[in-house]
Each structure stands twice: as C-alpha cells, then as structure tokens.
C-alpha cells in the first residue's frame, strides 16, 4: 500500500496504528460549496472520531470539505494523517530550513507550522504532472487513497 507514496514526511509511527479512521461525510460534500449544516456534520464526526474514539484522522486538504475535517485535529492536539497530490513545497523540507508551514489557510489559524513528530503527509506524486491525468481523477485518486489507509476501501 506504501509503494503508492513516493514521498512521506513526518511521524512514520502513526502507520501502524489500528486507529486510523477518515470522516465519511467528507466523502459526501465534495461537489457542491458547503453549506453551514454540512460544515457542522463534518466536524461532528471528525469531534467524534478524534476527541471521543481516539482515532487518528487521515484526509486529504484538496477540497473544503476534508480540510474543515483536517482542522479538527489541530484543534484537539490530535495527529493526522494528510494525503497529498504533488505540492512544491514539501520538496524543499531539509533542504534550505525544516519549517513547513500549514499547508492551507484555515488551518494556520490552529498551528502555523506543520509538526512532523505529530502529523504525518503522504504525498501521492512527485510530479505536478501526476499519472498524467486530469485533476479530477488524481483527486479520485486521493479519496481512494484515504479510505484504503483508514480500512475503509475493501479492494
């Protein structure tokens, strides 16, 4: 399942966790702007997963839907897991400075800087070309690939 992330960055230990888990009303809010109800249904479940199951969230932040989800463990001090289609910016971690910033505008209102020893990024592609497909198959390609890390995708 790893050989599909040519790029990890952060707390490896998170992957063996048995509590790994992703909001499926993300799942259901994609393709329309969210209303303030879906927004709350949202963060509900995330509430739910993170701060009463103990889970460790996995998402990804290239829809409003999952980075609402993704902001609820910053929230709670939680770790997260975030998947990632290609993004320039975690190439240059290591190399000039180690600071990488949040990678989305809400979520630097929890934490300005991305923490590797409590989150972990999984990067889907090494290439802003990635798999040569359109976008909306490489986003398909990010909700398949966060449902199968959460258990939740029988293949």
């Excluded at 927004?39 to 009463?52: G, K, M, Q, R, W």
């Excluded at 990635?130 to 198959?137: E, S």
């Excluded at 986003?139 to 258990?151: H, M, T």
Aim: net charge negative.
């Amino acid at each position: 399942m790893l050989h599909q992330f040519p790029y990890i960055y952060g707390n490896t230990q998170l992957l063996g966790s048995s509590r790994l888990a992703c909001c499926e009303s993300v799942f259901k809010h994609q393709e329309h702007q969210l209303t303030k109800r879906d927004i709350e249904e949202i963060e509900e479940e995330a509430i739910d997963l993170v701060v009463y199951e103990h889970k460790i969230l996995v998402t990804g932040i290239h829809n409003h839907a999952h980075q609402v989800a993704s902001c609820i463990p910053l929230r709670f001090g939680s770790p997260r897991i975030l998947i990632l289609d290609f993004d320039p910016r975690i190439l240059w971690v290591g190399k000039a400075e180690d600071d990488l910033p949040e990678l989305f505008s809400p979520a630097i209102l929890w934490r300005y800087w991305f923490d590797p020893l409590v989150d972990l990024i999984l990067c889907t592609s090494l290439s802003p070309i990635a798999k040569n497909q359109p976008g909306k198959l490489v986003l398909k390609d990010i909700d398949e690939s966060v449902l199968n890390l959460a258990g939740m995708l029988v293949a």
